[in-house]
T-cell receptor, first 116, second 114 residues
Framework: AQKVTQAQTEISVVEKEDVTLDCVYE???????LFWYKQPPSGELVFLIRRNSFDEQNEISGRYSWNFQKSTSSFNFTITASQVVDSAVYFC?????????????FGDGTTLTVKP | KAGVTQTPRYLIKTRGQQVTLSCSPISGHRSVSWYQQTPGQGLQFLFE???????NKGNFPGRFSGRQFSNSRSEMNVSTLELGDSALYLC?????????????FGPGTRLTVT
């Protein structure tokens, strides 16, 4: 069975600090996909990034960066120079291949609060 | 492109009643998934429909059912409502033809059962 663990329930930082959100996953599949979503107070989940199990390259998009390490089954998300608008709940999710694209297992989420 | 839309946005029902929620996916998306979000259980997968067929199913009782129409719009039905069914129900759409296709979520329907 697949599982996603986000050990950090809540994180509070001051604006401009860097913050890393941890995600650890479990799966028996060799092919799988990892995602990060953001859920602002408005409630709508927003897709941030996707990574497949064969691609361990880290990725940077503006102030966001992701570190995928298969050896530790982790897919961590770092926000550099955080801003108040980054305040949201962040979810890490896992989808196994073989026709399961529409079925994701989500972690419990990490609530990030960025204070001015 | 218009995003995923869900109706109604808010709903209050009484125990024992039934409810139908609607989801219109992004144009061109053939997969629609439903999730239940509660403070205690987090985001839990209900089911996924692709081209009018249920492709995946989560671990929910038979009171939860769904369907998808030829235009990819989907409905979710919950019969004999229980207090524990109070939750935010999220619909997500994706192209569905690739395992790595990301899901795009709607704003959700907030269901309160009294």
């Amino acid at each position: 069975a697949q599982k996603v663990t986000q050990a950090q329930t809540e994180i509070s930082v001051v604006e401009k600090e860097d913050v890393t959100l941890d995600c650890v996953y479990e799966t028996r599949d060799t092919t799988y996909y990892l995602f990060w979503y953001k859920q602002p107070p408005s409630g709508e989940l927003v897709f941030l990034i996707r990574r497949n199990s064969f691609d361990e390259q880290n990725e940077i998009s503006g102030r966001y960066s992701w570190n995928f390490q298969k050896s530790t089954s982790s897919f961590n998300f770092t926000i550099t120079a955080s801003q108040v608008v980054d305040s949201a709940v962040y979810f890490c999710a896992l989808s196994e291949a073989s026709g399961n694209a529409g079925k994701s297992t989500f972690g419990d989420g990490t609530t990030l609060t960025v204070k001015p | 492109k218009a995003g995923v839309t869900q109706t109604p946005r808010y709903l209050i029902k009484t125990r024992g009643q039934q409810v139908t929620l609607s989801c219109s996916p992004i144009s061109g998306h053939r997969s629609v998934s439903w999730y239940q979000q509660t403070p205690g259980q987090g985001l839990q997968f209900l089911f996924e429909y692709f081209s009018e067929t249920q492709r995946n199913k989560g671990n929910f009782p038979g009171r939860f059912s769904g369907r998808q129409f030829s235009n990819s719009r989907s409905e979710m039905n919950v019969s004999t409502l229980e207090l524990g069914d109070s939750a935010l129900y999220l619909c997500a759409s994706s192209l569905g033809d690739r395992d790595y296709a990301p899901q795009y979520f709607g704003p959700g329907t907030r269901l309160t059962v009294t």
